[in-house]
């Protein structure tokens, strides 16, 4: 087992996925899926010489941005799950495990307050089945008839007009990543839990996914909360 901090966090992962052969399985687990350009080479590069990849990410009202980051893979290898709050960091090859706080993000490469253990299958056998166990469980979080089910209720729900605000709730806004009421204030337009996560990164271009103001399905971020029409009426 080693402990990795810092910088080399980014590289020992990217060295996991370029280092998988044809014919194996990469497992890919994080809270947030939008890889920066470096590591989706890496994917597809992977995908290209036949390297089977899943990844679990978090669903709820995150899964719709996460459904389009997959999707821009396109490949028959590249199939994915989505857990409703999922937290945690697990990156498996055939080879190699390794248990960290980093997210696959964008600004991944910026950020070196990251740390990971790594466990090598050939000198941790145990430790190594143990981080597929844990794998194993966040991917059997959330069955696929439950993913048809979570598609058919937000398809069948009703959505919000874009630009519009109920009578009477001019107070009231949405957190622009979980959709949960909260005061209205384009200064402040996450909810606690949601803060706490993006503090981890306070990244204020990262994209979230609904209007603060009239909580419509909406590509936002902390720094542009507002859609664009709610924008025009400011």
């Known amino acids: 087992m080693r402990v990795i901090y810092g910088p080399p966090v980014l590289h020992e992962i990217a060295m996991l996925i370029d280092n998988a052969t044809r014919g194996t399985r990469l ?14 080479s890496s994917i597809v590069a992977a995908l290209e010489r036949g390297v089977e990849v899943t990844v679990v990410t978090r669903g709820g009202r995150s899964r719709r941005r996460h459904r389009e980051a997959i999707g821009a893979f396109v490949h028959p290898g590249m199939t994915a799950r989505y857990v409703p709050w999922l937290h945690g960091k697990l990156y498996i090859s055939e080879t190699q495990a390794i248990a960290s706080s980093m997210n696959l993000t964008e600004n991944t490469n910026s950020n070196s307050g990251d740390m990971a253990v790594s466990v090598r299958r050939d000198e941790d056998p145990d430790g190594y089945q143990q981080l597929r166990d844990a794998f194993a469980y966040f991917e059997r979080r959330q069955p696929e008839d439950e993913l048809e089910k979570d ?49 981890e990164y306070e990244n204020g271009a990262y994209e979230e996914s609904y209007c603060h103001r009239c909580g419509a399905e909406a590509d936002t971020c902390l720094d542009k909360p507002l859609c664009k029409p709610c924008w025009a009426v400011t």
Not at 27 to 40: C, E, I, S
Not at 159 to 168: D, I, P, Q, R
Request: positive net charge.
């Open 151 to 199: 598609v058919a209720t937000v398809a069948s729900a009703p959505t919000a007009k874009v630009g519009s605000v109920a009578k009477g709730d001019s107070d009231r806004g949405t957190c622009i990543r979980c959709e949960k009421g909260i005061p209205l204030d384009a200064k402040k337009p996450l909810c606690r839990p949601c803060y706490e996560e993006w503090a």
């Open 27 to 40: 497992r890919l687990l994080t809270g947030y899926f939008k890889p920066d350009a470096v590591l989706n």
